[in-house]
């Protein structure tokens, strides 16, 4: 099943894996919750379990839960879990499982009826592979989403920035935003690099939804507090229309 209709969601992608993804789309989440919508969360392919309060289940599965509006359950946010913590098509390999592409959007759209944002969690960077001919990018492509970059600020992230930013081009998909998220603590000339990040994407008119600094805490109220409030409004009003007005200004 495709289904044509364009969701009510984004795609939040990253420049590689451990760059932030989980704690920017969890930010995402209480952000929207906070402002009115019903926020809910989508990790459709994960691969590492832990043993959490009783259940083997992803971490990054259980803290989106966690911050979503919409009460939903692990198997909701997490169709495709799996054990091992390794590349997706080959910890679903290792289980003897494979990934099934139709079941995963038939899940994102029957979570997109039941909330008014969808914030979707890709695995890794933007083109892992999560089969013999489909990948991450794919998955985007199919449920036709605008994509969030998560920029994991550490040396080499421009080049992954800007590489990644191409390839969401060269699948005909919007880059929506980008977040400069600082992935470790004291690194070298950051402040120069985000200025070159911004200048960059400026240039390629890509608006930055916000830097967000080392946290101690990095909880999502505390990552969303450094989130640029106007550049979220104006996207999520446009995915939202109906919800425009709850929008505190
Ligand atoms: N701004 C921050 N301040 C402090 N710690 C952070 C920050 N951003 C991320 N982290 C920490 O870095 C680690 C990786 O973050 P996160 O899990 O969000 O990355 P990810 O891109 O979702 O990873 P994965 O590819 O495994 O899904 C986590 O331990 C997280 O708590
Ligand atoms: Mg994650």
Known sequence: MRPNTALNACF?????????????????????????????????????????????????????REASALTLSDAEVGPFQFEAACAPHIAASLQRRTIDRNAILRSAHALAARADVLVVEGVGGFCVPLGDDWDSADLACDLKLPVVLVVGLRLGCINHALLTAEAVRARGLSLAGWVGNSVSPGMAWLDKNVTTLRQRFQKQHIPCWGCVPWLAEPTPAAV???????????????????????LKT
């Open 224 to 246: 969303a507090a450094h989130l640029d409030q106007a550049a979220l409004r104006a996207f999520f009003s446009s995915v939202s229309p109906s919800l425009v007005s709850s």
């Open 12 to 64: 939040v992608t990253g420049t590689d894996t451990e760059v932030g993804k989980t704690r920017i789309s969890a930010a995402l989440l209480h952000w929207l919750a906070r402002n009115g919508f019903l926020s809910a969360a989508f990790k459709p392919v994960a691969a590492g379990t832990s043993l959490i309060d009783g259940q083997w289940v992803n971490e990054d599965v259980r803290a989106l």
